[in-house]
């Protein structure tokens, strides 16, 4: 991917420019059944600002979906003055469902056109638009299965990661469980701050159950959600394996860093266990050239 128009992004963003992404021109895509980029003018449109891009329903399937068929891509107000667009050249990007593609913040707007501007000239590839995928979500998906992704969160709250410990009385996972009580537990303070009652945690593979004050408490807050604000926490759970890492997010509690670094924190620690053994092996076996894995900052 070429870096030089991340770069003049980067660059006139930082200098309060108009965001205005520089690609390349290319041909339009051959038409194949399903997968067609639709250019839609309407014959009553009086100037190039009622042409519209419409995406292809199998843009949420990640499948290449044409070549790239425009030159620039721009941010601008929503024509309701009611948040931003995405522009390709002169046309309005739509969603897969055809409807306009209203981002309620401009920053959300720029990484979205920043997304298009990274596709090369011989096809546009979704799986490279995670952005754009999570706001066609939050668009089209979430609206009319609200309830369900509630529904959904709220079964798989009881075996968060967060409450889960790994045994004290084992020499293999003594380690994670300092670890785990380290960094976890302040996250369980802010729990029983935020919501007024305190999480158990518990060792069982299985999860346990936590109290129904706590989990209706919790229920609540994703109820009172936007459609965009929910989109993302259902797909920072699923990646976390914990809805209250998103929500420790959501309200300000944890930084991105710091939360990808909670859910490895299992990961990252047997990684550094197994280059400890390959550093023990090594030095049991003379005679023997042994590759051995140092951990990190050694």
């Known amino acids: 991917m070429a870096t030089l128009p991340g770069r003049r992004l980067l660059q006139r963003c ?3 420019a108009r965001c205005r992404l520089l690609g390349t021109v290319a041909e339009a895509s051959p038409p194949r059944e399903g ?6 003018r ?3 449109a009086a100037t190039r600002d009622e042409t519209s891009v419409e995406m292809p329903m199998s843009f949420m399937t990640g499948s290449v979906v044409g ?3 425009y030159r620039d891509a721009t941010v601008r107000r929503a024509d309701d003055g009611n948040g931003w667009t995405v ?13 306009p593609l209203k981002l309620p913040s401009r920053t959300l707007a720029m990484a979205i056109a920043a997304e298009w501007e990274y596709q090369e000239s011989d096809g546009i590839r979704p799986f490279t638009m995670p952005l754009m995928k999570l706001a066609c979500t939050a668009l089209e998906r979430v609206p009319v299965t609200r309830t369900k992704v509630i529904d959904n969160l709220m079964k798989k709250f009881h075996q968060d990661l967060v409450f889960c410990r790994s045994p004290d009385d084992n020499e293999l996972t003594i380690g994670v469980h300092q670890k785990q009580k380290e960094k976890f537990d302040p996250i369980l303070d802010w729990v029983n701050t935020e919501f007024g009652f305190k999480p158990v945690v518990y060792t069982s593979f299985f999860g346990g159950k936590q109290d129904g004050e706590l989990t209706q408490a919790v229920e609540t807050v994703l109820k009172k959600t936007t459609d965009f604000e929910l989109a993302s926490i259902d797909a920072m759970a699923a990646a976390a394996h914990s809805l209250v890492i998103p929500l420790a997010i959501f309200r300000g509690k944890l930084r991105i860093e710091k939360a990808i670094e909670l859910i490895r924190l299992e990961e990252d620690h047997q990684v550094i266990l197994s280059h400890y053994l390959s550093l ?10 042994v590759q051995c894995l140092i951990p990190p900052g050694r």
């Open 42 to 44: 309407p014959a009553s």
């Open 87 to 99: 522009m390709l050249d002169y046309r309005t990007l739509k969603s897969p469902a055809k409807r």
């Open 35 to 40: 997968d067609t980029i639709y250019v839609k």
């Open 67 to 69: 070549k790239r068929f």
């Open 280 to 289: 023990y092996s090594g030095s049991c076996f003379s005679g023997l050239t």
């Open 14 to 16: 930082a200098a309060g």
